[in-house]
């Protein structure tokens, strides 16, 4: 295992986000270590379930393809905006800093979260993925 420098955690950071942008949920699963540590920003215990679907604790890299995937089959295509704001590198650990708007398909609420993703890179692939937003805000969004 080798610890990634802040220059190769950037460029690594700098690619999941080029291809984020671009789709294709099992080419971002690629940068993706096959035990990657998840963690959504989704507390099932003040929510009282684990919706929505691509919401949960994940670790092998075929889910990252899921986690990619699920949200664009749940939310109304072409009403989403994401816009990152800044994207912090310390060795293998990286922060980014962003904004995301979705419309729920099965309600027609929208919703908008500031969002915090903390990544780790390792061997030049991401160990780690955690995710802080408002998860309240997308529960209401699919609240029927």
Do not use: K, N
Not at 90 to 109: H, N
């Amino acid at each position: 295992m080798t610890t990634a420098t802040g220059e190769t955690t950037r460029a690594v950071v700098e690619e999941l986000l080029r291809r984020i942008a671009g789709g294709g949920p099992e080419h971002i699963a690629e940068l993706y270590d096959a035990s990657c540590d998840w963690l959504p920003a989704w507390p099932e215990d003040e929510h009282g379930r684990p919706d929505p679907p691509w919401a949960r604790h994940q670790g092998p890299r075929t889910d990252a393809a899921v986690h990619y995937r699920e949200p664009a089959a749940h939310h109304v295509p072409g009403a989403a905006a994401t816009r990152i704001g800044t994207v912090l590198v310390d060795g293998e650990d990286a922060v980014v800093l962003g904004e995301i708007r979705q419309t729920a398909a099965s309600t027609g609420r929208a919703h908008r979260a500031g969002v915090a993703l903390r990544l780790t890179v390792r061997d030049g692939l991401l160990v780690r993925h955690h995710v802080y937003g408002d998860s309240l805000g997308v529960y209401h969004a699919f609240a029927g």
